[in-house]
C-alpha cells in the first residue's frame, strides 16, 4: 500500500490488490473466471442471434476465428459480431464479479479508488503523438508508405458500429487480461512479474497473426501489463489500446493501410520502440504531474461493509445461543 500525502488517500499494489479485501480466497478468482466464460458464451449466443434475425442470414459468421485477413468489421453486421462479441466480455465478467462477491468490480480496473478519465484522456492525447511521430519516421526515413486499395469498405452504419464498439472491445481486453488475470496470478504468487508475464503470452496467444506479430503482441502485453502496475489502473493500457485500434480498422476501412495478420520484422522493431516510448512518456508525465494520484481508499467501504455484516450474523447467533429454552406445556 503506498500512501499518498497527507491527504489520507491511497494506492495500493495494482498486481496483488485483490489480497486487500477481507473475503479474498485463492480460489475465487476461478469461479468468476468459470461464471464469466459461461456468460459470455450465452451473451454471445443471442447476440448472434439478434444479428441472425435482422440480416436473415448466418453467412457472415464464415470468416469469424480465420484471422484478421478475413476479418468484416466495417459493415454493421460485421462490426457488431467481431467487436460486440469481445466487447461482451465486459458485462460477462462483471456479473460474474457480483456473484462471486469476492471484490467490487472496480478493483479490476483501478486500486486508486476510482477511473480517472483526466488522465485516460491525456495519455490517449501521448499514444496519437507518439504513433503521429512514428508514421513520420517511416514516411521521412525509410520511406514507407501505408500499402491500401482505396477501396472504402465501411457502410455508415458499420462506421458508426465501430467507432462505438473499439473502445469497448479494447476495454473488455484490458479487464481480461491486465486487470483479471494479471491481478489473480499475481495475487497468488505475490509476484507482479508473474502475472505481468503470464497475462502478456494469454495475450500474444489470442491474437490470429504469424510468428512475428504474435511476438508484437506479447511485448505490447508486457508494456501494456508494466504500466498498468506501475500507475495503479487500465487507463494508459486502455489509451494506448484504443488508439492503436482505432488506426488500424479507420485506416483499413477506407483503405488507406491493408489490414493484415502478416506482420513484417520491421514492424515489429518500430512498434516495438514505439510501445516503450508511450510507456516511459505516460511514466514520467504522470509522475510529474500526477496524473495517477489516488483518488480514495479503493477497498476500505468494501471491506466495512462485509465485516459489518459478518458482525451482525455473529451478534446473531450469539443472541441465539444466549436465549434461554422455552419452559416445557402444562399438560
Not at 138 to 161: C, K, W
Not at 178 to 190: D, E, K, V
Not at 205 to 217: C, E, K, M, T
Not at 310 to 328: S, V
Request: hydrophobic content about 55%.
Amino acid at each position: 500500500m503506498i500512501e499518498a500525502g497527507k491527504s489520507g488517500k491511497v494506492a495500493y499494489d495494482f498486481a496483488t490488490f485483490p489480497r486487500e479485501f477481507v473475503s479474498y480466497k485463492w480460489y475465487k478468482p476461478l469461479l468468476v473466471a468459470l461464471l464469466a466464460v459461461v456468460f459470455m458464451v450465452a451473451f454471445t449466443l443471442v447476440l448472434v442471434l439478434v444479428v441472425a434475425i435482422a440480416t436473415g442470414s448466418f453467412s457472415y459468421l464464415d470468416g469469424i476465428g480465420s484471422g484478421y485477413d478475413d476479418m468484416d468489421a466495417y459493415t454493421a453486421s460485421g462490426a457488431a459480431i467481431e467487436l460486440g462479441s469481445l466487447a461482451i466480455l465486459i458485462p460477462a465478467l462483471a456479473l460474474a464479479a457480483l456473484i462471486v462477491r469476492d471484490r467490487p468490480f472496480s478493483s479490476y480496473v483501478t486500486s486508486r479508488g476510482g477511473w480517472k478519465w483526466c488522465a485516460f484522456l491525456k495519455c490517449a492525447l501521448v499514444a496519437a503523438a507518439v504513433m503521429a511521430v512514428q508514421y513520420i519516421v517511416e514516411v521521412a526515413v525509410f520511406q514507407s508508405m501505408p500499402e491500401g486499395d482505396g477501396v472504402v469498405r465501411f457502410t455508415a452504419e458499420g462506421l458508426v458500429l465501430c467507432i462505438v464498439l473499439v473502445p469497448l472491445q479494447c476495454l473488455a481486453e484490458e479487464l481480461v487480461f491486465r486487470g483479471f488475470i494479471l491481478q489473480a496470478l499475481s495475487s497468488w504468487t505475490r509476484l507482479p512479474v508473474v502475472g505481468i508475464v503470464v497475462a502478456a503470452i494469454a495475450f500474444a496467444a489470442g491474437h490470429s497473426y504469424n510468428d512475428i506479430g504474435v511476438v508484437l503482441i506479447f511485448v505490447n502485453g508486457l508494456v501494456w501489463g508494466f504500466v498498468a502496475w506501475r500507475t495503479s489502473g487500465l487507463e494508459a493500457s486502455s489509451a494506448i489500446h484504443i488508439v492503436n485500434n482505432y488506426i488500424a480498422f479507420l485506416t483499413a476501412g477506407f483503405g488507406i493501410e491493408a489490414q493484415t495478420s502478416q506482420v513484417p520484422v520491421e514492424a515489429l522493431v518500430i512498434e516495438s520502440v514505439v510501445t516503450v516510448a508511450y510507456a516511459a512518456a505516460v511514466l514520467l508525465l504522470g509522475r510529474r504531474f500526477g496524473w495517477f494520484s489516488p483518488t480514495g481508499d479503493g477497498a476500505a467501504a468494501f471491506n466495512e461493509n462485509k465485516r459489518a455484516k459478518q458482525a451482525r450474523k455473529q451478534a446473531g447467533k450469539q443472541a441465539g445461543r444466549l436465549q434461554p429454552p422455552e419452559p416445557p406445556a402444562i399438560a
